[in-house]
């Protein structure tokens, strides 16, 4: 490998994850969608710990439950511009998309809502 080569990858493996991202991101507008992952470029021990706690998610109703009308009531709390068919339709055809790019916390806070009300709810 050549002295160049190394003295990339060294710069590469003092990024956080969050750099990495960006980095990512410029390379793509620059040259096009990436082939390789990001998590083959994430090889220093802190940035693997950082990209397996991820800081946002998709929260996805998975089952609404034997009482869908609580149900429909959180989602519509939850998300006060979903009209009632909208989360009529949501409850009769799981799994579906509530919030989309939330923070932990908030999903587990509509996590909680939507268990309450008696569905199941999972996040990717």
Do not use: C, H, W, Y
């Not at 493996?13 to 960006?22: I, K, M, P, S």
């Not at 799981?94 to 919030?99: A, E, F, G, L, R």
């Amino acid at each position: 490998m050549n002295d160049k080569i190394q003295k990339i990858i060294e710069e590469l493996e003092n990024l956080t994850v969050l750099e990495l991202n960006e980095l990512i991101k410029a390379l793509e507008e620059k040259f096009g969608p990436a082939v390789m992952p990001v998590q083959a470029v994430a090889t220093s021990p802190q940035a693997s710990e950082q990209s397996a706690k991820p800081s946002k998610v998709n929260v996805i109703l998975v089952d609404s439950g034997a009482n869908k009308i609580q149900v429909i009531k959180a989602l519509r709390e939850i998300n006060p511009n979903l009209g009632l068919k909208e989360a009529k339709d949501m409850v009769d055809n799981p799994p579906q998309t509530i919030k989309e790019n939330v923070d932990i916390e908030e999903a587990n806070k509509i996590k909680e809502k939507i268990e309450s009300a008696g569905g199941k709810v999972e996040f990717k």
